[in-house]
């Protein structure tokens, strides 16, 4: 867990599922994505969670949980600046991105 916040504080969350390029194996992933916690996500202050799962057939799904669905959105633009997560991003077939926000309703 990135914040020592409860999950009740989890207003919204941001799910990515993709696969990788070809090359790129998943402990090549597993690396980037230890690292974009470190170097980037563990400083945004209303992160609740973030997870990297994978499923069947090569699909990954990576989550990440905040205080509000605007703030996912916003904390998923940075990504697009971050040089961490930018070297995360190069890992992904670009193709296969699919991209979901969600609010906490209950």
């Known amino acids: 867990m990135i914040n020592p916040m409860t999950f ?7 799910i990515a599922f ?3 390029k070809a090359g790129v194996t998943e402990a090549d ?11 980037f996500l563990s400083q945004q ?6 997870c990297l799962l994978k499923g069947a057939d090569g699909i990954f799904a990576d989550i990440a949980m905040a205080t509000s669905q605007a703030k ?3 904390y998923c633009q940075q990504w ?10 190069e890992l992904i077939d670009q ?5 979901t926000f969600w609010t906490r309703i209950n």
């Open 72 to 74: 996912a959105e916003e």
């Open 18 to 20: 993709f696969k990788l």
């Open 95 to 99: 193709a296969s991105v699919e991209m």
């Open 80 to 89: 697009l600046t971050h040089p961490v997560a930018l070297e995360y991003l």
């Open 29 to 39: 992933l597993v690396v980037l994505s230890h690292r974009v916690e470190a170097e």
């Open 45 to 50: 202050s209303e992160l609740v969670a973030h």
């Open 8 to 14: 009740s504080n989890m207003g919204g969350v941001e």
